[in-house]
């Protein structure tokens, strides 16, 4: 379900998004009573090939992300 949510698998068990979704994610966590199963974190830099690795599989323009 969280592929068609928009988030890639990172490692396994861990999925990534590129959009500011945290609040939202973490109240639909609570009204299917998965809250205690999943944990979220937001991270405001990665490493260079991660982040070429997370624009490719996202098809984002890396300006356009960095000016918002």
Request: glycine share 2%; aromatic share 14%.
């Amino acid at each position: 379900k969280v592929k068609e949510w928009h988030f890639a698998p990172l490692q396994r068990s861990v999925y990534i998004s590129p959009f500011d979704c945290g609040e939202k994610f973490e109240n639909l966590l609570v009204m299917l009573n998965l809250d205690a199963y999943v944990h979220i974190m937001v991270a405001e830099r990665i490493s260079p090939r991660l982040e070429r690795h997370f624009y490719s599989y996202f098809k984002l323009d890396r300006l356009e992300q960095k000016n918002n």
